[in-house]
């Protein structure tokens, strides 16, 4: 009798891993946005529009779309070099509602993996942080504590809060009718 228990708890445990695994390979449902070169140079002229507002003694706000955000995120993972056993393949930027959410396409080991983050964009510190409330690994839910937490360790690195640095005139930054907005002094 004890056998057979093991012998079905055993084969629920090997469903369950390969279920697992498929999870987590599987993409993630929703659209996929655009991305062209046209939008990033329209990212770039809105960006200088504030800056040149700002230098004139004007407050001002950017509103950027999804493509002008995704075509400035393409052009900048183009060049990326990639090592280890993790390399980025990709990522994509949907705004919706409030809320600003990323899907990053690594290559693990040589499978491909999808890692769904969702929350707010916050400044602190003239620093653009990210409060997480939504992680999914493929299709599978992750806890967004702990992968908070590893986020929080990364973007605490000195390069990466370089990278994520906003001008000293950058004040707000908020999700608002599907797009992203910055305001200035």
Do not use: C
């Amino acid at each position: 009798m004890k056998k057979k228990i093991w012998q079905i708890v055993s084969w629920i445990l090997v469903v369950l891993t390969v279920l697992s695994v498929v999870l987590l390979v599987v993409p993630p449902s929703g659209r996929t946005p655009e991305s062209s070169p046209d939008g990033a140079k329209s990212f770039d002229q809105k960006w200088a529009q504030m800056a040149a507002a700002h230098s004139r003694g004007e407050a001002s706000e950017v509103r950027l779309t999804e493509t002008e955000l995704n075509s400035k995120i393409q052009q900048a993972v183009e060049g990326a070099p990639s090592s280890g056993m993790a390399s980025m393949k990709g990522v994509e930027a949907r705004l919706d509602g409030d809320e600003l959410v990323f899907v990053l396409k690594i290559s693990l080991l040589g499978i491909p993996t999808y890692i769904t983050m969702g929350g707010k964009p916050v400044l602190r510190d003239h620093v653009l942080e990210f409060d997480l409330d939504q992680v999914d690994m493929g299709r599978m839910p992750a806890p967004a504590s702990m992968i908070g937490a590893f986020l929080r360790s990364r973007l605490e690195s000195p390069e990466m809060r370089e990278s994520l640095m906003l001008p000293d005139f950058i004040h707000d930054v908020r999700v608002e009718n599907s797009e992203l907005v910055f305001g200035a002094d």
